[in-house]
């Protein structure tokens, strides 16, 4: 085994500060007195910041990430959550329709003084809503 093959292994534990003082001075000296090792040196340098200042790779499904992470007992909780989701979602679809509907109606139909009918739909008091 050369010098050259021993060392090699020293440098990724140094650039990972594994290294005893004594260890990084061996490693200094001979890298300073080898070209080829001050340029394996210089690679490994630059890949490990490279890989420290690369950006986070964004999980493909946020929920899938949420679900895996909280226990058994919380999936009642997320499943509540999912719907509440879906529900926002095609009320904003509503919403979005309605805002269509009324766009396309002429100016001067459309009056503060118009009565909007809504659909009927059960009202709960907020004394029916617990909370935990
Ligand atoms: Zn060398």
Redesign the pocket.
């Known amino acids: 085994m050369?010098?050259?093959d021993a060392?090699?292994p020293q440098i990724t534990a140094l650039l990972d500060g594994e290294l005893s003082l004594a260890a990084i001075a061996e490693v200094d000296a001979?890298?300073n007195?080898?070209t080829?090792?001050?340029a394996?040196y210089a690679d490994i340098g630059i890949l490990k910041t490279a890989a420290r200042t690369a950006a986070p790779i964004p999980p493909v499904d946020l929920w899938t990430g949420i679900g895996e992470a909280i226990d058994e007992a919380d999936h009642d909780m997320l499943d509540t959550m999912r719907l509440l989701r879906q529900e926002m979602q095609s009320l904003r679809e509503e919403v979005a329709a309605l805002r269509q509907e009324l766009a396309k109606r002429p100016a001067s139909t459309v009056s503060r003084s118009t009565p909007i009918s809504l659909p009927d739909a059960p009202r709960k008091s907020m004394s029916q809503y617990r909370l935990v």
């Open positions: 050369t010098e050259c060392i090699r001979h890298v007195g080898c080829a090792c001050a394996v």
